[in-house]
């Protein structure tokens, strides 16, 4: 290890306009010397992030990401992924301070657009600077080593027969149950990446073309995004939680809410290669009272799902296209726990470009900003 790195504990932070993600690098004690360097603090700090699952009440360790054997400015050790509700940053600097952590750390290396809004709550609340990092730089670097650290960081939804899943008009329909169940995961070796488009889904979308580890550019984003499938899903189904959302929309049916192509023609549109299962018009049967009185919350989950998820495909799709790249990145918390938006992703891409882009997905979803932002923190 060198002797310019900066003092335990490291942490990455990434304070998103949903989710705040906290990732933790616990160094492994090499020796007996290095164990009782480790102040009582430093060590109570440990244990506590270590040994536990939950944080307060809305904190959560996503045991299943957790990273052993990364190294680090030489130094060799595990990755921990916390995450909790930004609107708890509050209760967070609390837990910190009863921590001792306010003593301990001076400087948090974060990133997301709260790290300027709460910049003074920080200093106010437990005395501690943010360093700032840009989100988008961040959110790159964290790609890229945690891409380099884990063989299984990117994969990809294989459809059975490893075939461009759609020739003709017909083939089986493009949402139906049966045709999602047939995707499997597949790792997808990412070695050789450039160029990509990676798409952030998280409250809002953004889309970078990244042709190197430090070339990119910001080509387009959308702002209907996690947020807005969130948002509008608690207003139409009164579920109060993303995962009761995802899990609503996972047994929901979207064709009594939206209008197909063949509610419309009463069978495919031949001529322009359109199959009858095709979206003509998200929520389009919503316009009658008789449907609207008819559907179920499943089904308003599903088809809010289908809109927002289909949508981000479209662009990103346009823009994959427009700057000739084929494979597309998906990434940001929206996708957490989230498979049918990934193989519904997976469908589209392959479907419009008949087989030309491929898309891709990443174990991290939404960790990556807090990851960049931990490997900067000798700046
Ligand atoms: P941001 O940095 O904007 O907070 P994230 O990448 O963390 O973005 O993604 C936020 C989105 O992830 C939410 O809009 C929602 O769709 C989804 N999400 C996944 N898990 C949760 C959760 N536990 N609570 C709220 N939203 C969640």
Known sequence: PDNNTPPMPWFGMDIGGTLT?????????????????????LKNIRRYLTRNS???KTGRRDVH??????????????????RFPTSEVGAFLQLARSKGMADLVKTIYATGGGAYKFEEDFIKEVNMRLSKMDELD?????????DSMNSHECYYWAPPDEQPVHQSSTD???YSEAALSMYVRKPFDFSSPYPFLLVNIGSGVSMLVVNAPDDYYRVSGTSLGGGTFLGLCCLLTG???F?????????????????????IYGGDYARFGLPGDLVASSFGHMCSAERRAKVSREDLARATLVTI????GSIARLCACNEDIERVVFCGNFLRVNPLSMKLLSYAMSYWSRGALKALFLEHEGYFGAVGCLLNLDM
Do not use: W
């Not at 961040?138 to 945690?146: D, K």
């Open 54 to 56: 939950a944080y307060g």
């Open 65 to 82: 990401l957790q990273m052993d054997n990364v190294t680090i400015r030489g130094r060799r050790g595990t990755l921990h992924f916390i």
């Open 309 to 312: 998820t289909n949508n981000i």
């Open 243 to 263: 995962e009761e959302a995802i899990s609503l929309a996972a047994s929901g049916d979207n064709t009594t809410v939206d209008k197909l192509v063949r509610d």
């Open 172 to 174: 089986s329909p493009p």
């Open 138 to 146: 961040a959110l790159i670097a964290g790609v890229l080593f945690s």
């Open 239 to 241: 579920c109060s939680s």
């Open 21 to 41: 993600k906290l990732v933790y690098f616990e160094p492994r004690e090499t020796n007996r010397r290095e164990l009782d360097k480790e102040t009582e603090v």
